[in-house]
């Protein structure tokens, strides 16, 4: 008697897998997010159960020849830095962004940046999202019309992977992934299984080709990459693109690269003409700021290998409500609610009766602790009402008994700021073996935050 197929319950949101559906996903939290799957009748859905015994896999040591790993440029610096100096032939990269911040322009600009090298590479671009005509319509309105790239519009995976095959592409861009469909797969498109099925058969050609693989993510409300986490593990680069949609400027952030370092940005605005290249971010995210205003404070701070210099605004007034109100953009609310409780418990500041909202002007999001002191100093500025030199930065974490404690980098801090004209700085003090770095500026250590009201006095 031949068994019947089981069927599994899987959540599109995270992968979670259920015996049986229910309207929440416990490991999300998400409603209605579980949708039944078939699978195989050993329970997996791409197994032979006839399959032949495993060779025996070869051991090397770890000492060997490396094999030197051949860049290609993309024409664009930016991007370049991102991915750590160029595309690796056979490497796969996801990029991920809010709907609307520009993922297509900026690969739609690169492939024909690409193909436009004198190489001749083959460039293909693979759109399942919109029509041939509206992608023509976006490289009209960017200039790109008359470049060599070659366009389709397809969402069926074995097509790709036979047209592919017989092809001599450099560089694959498929946008989206998730509008792709594999039809071995019982799901509809952009589900679990079909974005995991479909990305397989993608990468696994791209290894075996040699060519660089670009996948579009869409992102979730919460701003992570939909479909199943493995994705985010199948690939060796996961791109980022962060902004907002009212503001010119984006950014493009490396949270994993195995050839090169995360955490590593590139900075773009958006014009009439597409993304345009920043090359000095430091000067662009200043460059409306305002001097002698209370409640402002530059912070000298790094992303990835680049110093960046960004103004950190924050307003103090007397709250009307029982219960003061903490706006932040740009920076952890939690991490502003630790440095405020340290203000409160160390240097006797009342705060629990002020509201305060905090902003990183230009649109950057700061996940690194250096910028503890900058916004301490930002919120005694405007609460005092007396405002800060605006020719000092600021760096230094601040710990909960109210110590500053030192950060990475500070030479390269300081010459960044005496690079754009600064002529203070407050900083930690240096206990550490870091040579001092040879600037001409004067340098103010603090070791406490019970200091920091010595400025406003």
Known sequence: MAKKDNKQYICQNCGSVYPKWQGKCDACGEWNAIVEENTGHDGFSNLNPKRSKGNIIEFVPLSGAEEHLNRMSTGIKELDRVSGGGLVSGSVILVGGDPGIGKSTLLLQACAKIANQPEGREV???????????????????????SPVKLASSTEIKDIVATLEKSKAAVVIIDSIQTMYLDEVESTPGSVSQVRACSYELIKLAKRKGFTLFLVGHVTKQGAIAGPRVLEHMVDTVLYFEGERGHHFRILRAVKNRYGATDEIGVFEMQDQGLVEVENPSALFLAERQGNISGSCVFAGIEGSRPVLVEIQALVSPTSYASPKRAVVGWDSNRLSMVLAVLEARCGMNLSSQDIYLNIAGGLRISEPAADLAVAMAVISSLTNKPLPADMVVFGEIGLSGEIRSVSQPSLRLKEAQKLGFASAITPSTHTKEKKAKVDINIFEIGNVQRLINWFN
């Open 124 to 146: 293909y671009y693979i759109s399942g999202e919109e029509a041939i005509d509206q992608v023509r319509l976006r490289a009209k309105r960017l200039g790109l019309d008359n």
